[in-house]
T-cell receptor, first 111, second 116 residues
């Protein structure tokens, strides 16, 4: 199982772009990289997933270098409502969805 | 109701009580999950059900007993719990479990459990 390492917390200001990096040195060939967002007293919510290079959706972008040993979640122009915990998960999509959540990164957006 | 619902939202129980947590998904999914989230600890996957069959049990103590009577409902039966079992219990569902493509998990709001 690929272990992930993320910063415990990050601070940002409204309107800034935020980049959260996740390290996963032991990522396997079949593993995908997935990010979830969790607000207090709520369940996590899927943000984005990728395998390599760059993926973009209406919420975020995910950058994955060629060696896939790390990934960066990019949140453009954050607002106060983006204050949450962000989890990076790595796992094999065919293995009964055994995606294990790490400790996550607590993003604090200030006005 | 839409999405994944969980009841009750809050539960306080003594160590000798028996209670059950309920999860219902209205998404037509075939896989359901129980997670435990303790303070300052990562989410822990407890059980996975695929088409009402348990396919994963991550060494969870027997005082936690899951039940999946159909693909829309998932229960977690609790008995003789310990104070360290106090946590947020999250239910999730996904279209399938164990396919060649990723299935996004949809989470419920959770049940905040306190064991006295």
């Amino acid at each position: 199982l690929a272990k992930t390492t993320q910063p415990i917390s990050m601070d940002s200001y409204e309107g800034q772009e935020v980049n959260i990096t996740c390290s996963h040195n032991n990522i396997a060939t079949n593993d995908y990289i997935t990010w979830y967002q969790q607000f207090p007293s709520q369940g996590p919510r899927f943000i984005i997933q990728g395998y390599k290079t760059k993926v973009t959706n209406e919420v975020a972008s995910l950058f994955i270098p060629a060696d896939r040993k790390s990934s960066t979640l990019s949140l453009p122009r954050v607002s106060l409502s983006d204050t949450a915990v962000y989890y990076c998960l790595v796992g094999d999509v065919s293995n009964f969805n055994k995606f294990y959540f790490g400790s996550g990164t607590k993003l604090n957006v200030k006005p | 109701e839409t999405g994944v619902t969980q009841t009750p939202r809050h539960l306080v129980m003594g160590m000798t009580n028996k209670k059950s947590l309920k999860c219902e998904q209205h998404l037509g999914h075939n896989a359901m999950y129980w997670y435990k989230q303790s303070a300052k600890k990562p989410l822990e996957l407890m059980f996975v059900y695929s088409l009402e069959e348990r396919v994963e049990n991550n060494s969870v103590p027997s005082r936690f007993s899951p039940e999946c009577p159909n693909s829309s409902h998932l229960f977690l039966h609790l008995h003789t719990l310990q104070p360290e079992d106090s946590a947020l219990y999250l239910c999730a569902s996904s279209q399938d479990a164990g396919t060649i493509t990723y299935n996004e998990q949809f989470f419920g709001p959770g049940t905040r459990l306190t064991v006295l």
